[in-house]
Nanobody, 118 residues
Framework: QVQVVESGGGLVQPGGSLRLSCAASGSIFSLYAMGWHRQAPGKQRELVAAVTSGGSANYADSVKGRFTISRDNAKNTVYLQMNSLKPEDTAVYYC????????????WGQGTQVTVSS
């Protein structure tokens, strides 16, 4: 069992920045691919960014060039640096940990609210 806890959300003006953190515990962090997803009101949850156990990252087209995902295996933590934020980035952001071999072992955090508004 893996516990995943997000932090760092809040209210920011358009054009501003936030950094989200996701701390994982309960298993070997390096065996998990990590991802950030978001869900806006009335919309489906979508993948924002993901990073493999080896550090390779991929991004949704809507955030490329603005968001950066990174992981620190020594701290069992994954980050999402969000720059040039737009109102349409407003959503609850969820962290996900998925085992690289046993992919049904997938764990979610409780989410953190990000609101981009003037």
């Amino acid at each position: 069992q893996v516990q995943v806890v997000e932090s760092g959300g809040g209210l920011v003006q358009p054009g501003g920045s936030l950094r989200l953190s996701c701390a994982a515990s309960g298993s070997i962090f390096s065996l998990y691919a990590m991802g950030w997803h978001r869900q806006a009101p009335g919309k489906q949850r979508e993948l924002v960014a993901a990073v493999t156990s080896g550090g390779s990252a991929n991004y949704a087209d809507s955030v490329k060039g603005r968001f950066t995902i990174s992981r620190d295996n020594a701290k069992n933590t994954v980050y999402l640096q969000m720059n040039s934020l737009k109102p349409e980035d407003t959503a609850v952001y969820y962290c996900n940990a998925r085992h690289v071999v046993h992919t049904t072992r997938s764990y979610w955090g409780q989410g953190t609210q990000v609101t981009v508004s003037s």
